[in-house]
């Protein structure tokens, strides 16, 4: 029997393959309908209760769900990658922070922690390619200050 997998991996594996076929970083025919059905699939393994049924059936898997299941699990950090760098970011948004790397072959790095603080919502975003660096925080700055003295 298969061992059961967690929802780290889960997460891991979505993100992987969610950047490998994200529209704006693949320009393949396919490239869409792949990332919606990794989308498809990421919600069905992490709450099949709302998940809409397989494709070819009446509860299809439209592209706003699917930009918007990869907008949940990377926050704007993913907006700078392209294949070949690599970007740190962190996004903050219901009670959790996240940091992610994205590595130069799309896999990722991810830290996940409890904030308390369900208010606000921002991301900050580190990049450099050796010659210079670049930081930049959106959203709520009094939550990533309050966040930043807090950890």
Same mark, same amino acid.
């Given at each position: 029997?298969?061992?059961?997998?967690?929802?780290?991996?889960?997460?891991?594996?979505?993100?992987? !393959?969610?950047?490998?076929?994200?529209?704006?970083?693949?320009?393949?025919?396919?490239?869409e309908?792949?990332?919606?059905?990794?989308?498809?699939?990421?919600?069905?393994?992490?709450?099949?209760?709302?998940?809409?049924?397989?494709?070819?059936?009446?509860?299809?898997f439209?592209?706003?769900?699917?930009?918007?299941?990869? !907008?949940?699990?990377?926050?704007?950090?993913?907006?700078?990658?392209?294949?070949?760098?690599?970007?740190?970011?962190?996004?903050?948004?219901?009670?959790?922070?996240?940091?992610?790397?994205?590595?130069?072959?799309?896999?990722?790095?991810?830290?996940?922690?409890?904030?308390?603080?369900?208010?606000?919502?921002?991301?900050?975003?580190?990049?450099?390619?050796?010659?210079?660096?670049?930081?930049?925080?959106?959203?709520?700055?009094?939550?990533?200050?309050?966040?930043?003295?807090?950890?």
């Amino acid at each position: 029997p298969r061992g059961k997998v967690g929802e780290a991996e889960v997460k891991r594996a979505y993100r992987k !393959e969610a950047l490998k076929w994200h529209p704006d970083k693949n320009k393949a025919p396919d490239a869409e309908e792949k990332f919606r059905e990794v989308a498809r699939c990421y919600e069905e393994l992490t709450n099949p209760s709302t998940a809409p049924a397989r494709p070819g059936s009446d509860g299809g898997f439209d592209a706003q769900r699917a930009y918007r299941t990869f !907008e949940d699990l990377f926050g704007d950090v993913h907006a700078r990658w392209q294949p070949g760098m690599t970007i740190t970011g962190s996004f903050a948004s219901g009670g959790k922070r996240v940091r992610i790397t994205i590595h130069p072959d799309g896999t990722t790095d991810e830290q996940e922690e409890e904030t308390g603080n369900v208010g606000g919502q921002y991301s900050t975003m580190y990049t450099s390619d050796g010659q210079s660096t670049h930081i930049e925080i959106s959203g709520d700055i009094g939550a990533f200050v309050a966040g930043w003295l807090g950890s």
